[in-house]
């Protein structure tokens, strides 16, 4: 079965400054990985996915996610934090059909 | 635009009682699927169904049933409710993993046992 493994539960960083959400990954195949992005009360919302192409993926709203096969990561970051971006993220590992397997979650917290 | 709705926002149910969370998608997808979401334990997946009439046990599938009489529809039941299925409970539909098996989420339940 794959998983992934958030590493933080909570991320606290200042506005202005670099965003770092780490999410490690167990698969027995070249998975499929994704990061969604979930605001209070409001669903859940793709960032981005990688799917074998590039291994840098960009997503929406200034994000990205480097896909590393030898340290079996897919880290999310973004160069400058806004206070918009507080909200809960996930990373995310496809199954076999279509099921999605969730990390725990990293609570982003943007300080002023 | 995708569309996945849940008939509630907000539900509160007493211990015992029989529960039903409908899930409606406009998009003609194949696929769709019931999660439930508690704090610190992201996302994890109760039922899916991958077309009319079929259904399959996601990770936790104990107290709960599922129901796919329509494409369209996708219900979860809760056969007797108790106070440790409070919880959020999300839906969702996707394209088939050929055309990027994309998934939409519905806004979500929040289900209160007592």
């Known amino acids: 079965a794959q998983s992934v493994t958030q590493l933080d539960s909570h991320v606290s960083v200042s506005e202005g400054t670099p965003v770092l959400l780490r999410c490690n990954y167990s698969?027995?195949?070249?998975?499929?990985l994704f990061w969604y992005v979930q605001h209070p009360n409001k669903g859940l919302q793709l960032l981005l996915k990688y799917t074998s192409a590039a291994t840098l993926v960009k997503g929406i709203n200034g994000f990205e996610a480097e896909f590393k096969k030898s340290e079996t990561s897919f880290h999310l970051t973004k160069p400058s934090a806004h206070m918009s971006d507080a909200a809960e993220y996930f990373c995310v590992v496809r199954e076999y059909g279509n099921k999605l397997v969730f990390g725990a979650g990293t609570i982003l917290r943007v300080k002023s | 635009d995708v569309k996945v709705t849940q008939s509630s926002r907000y539900l509160v149910k007493r211990t015992g009682e029989k529960v039903f969370l409908e899930c409606v998608q406009d998009?003609?997808?194949?696929?769709m699927f019931w999660y439930r979401q508690d704090p610190g334990l992201g996302l994890r997946l109760i039922y899916f169904?991958?077309?009319?009439?079929?259904?399959e046990k996601g990770d936790i599938p104990e107290g709960y049933s599922v129901s796919r009489e329509k494409k369209e529809r996708f219900s979860l039941i809760l056969e007797s409710a108790s106070t440790n299925q409070t919880s959020m409970y999300l839906c969702a539909s996707s394209t088939p993993s050929t055309s990027g098996g994309k998934q939409y989420f519905g806004p979500g339940t929040r289900l209160t046992v007592t």
């Open positions: 998009m003609d997808h194949e696929n």
């Open positions: 169904s991958y077309d009319v009439k079929m259904k």
């Open positions: 698969s027995s195949y070249s998975p499929s």
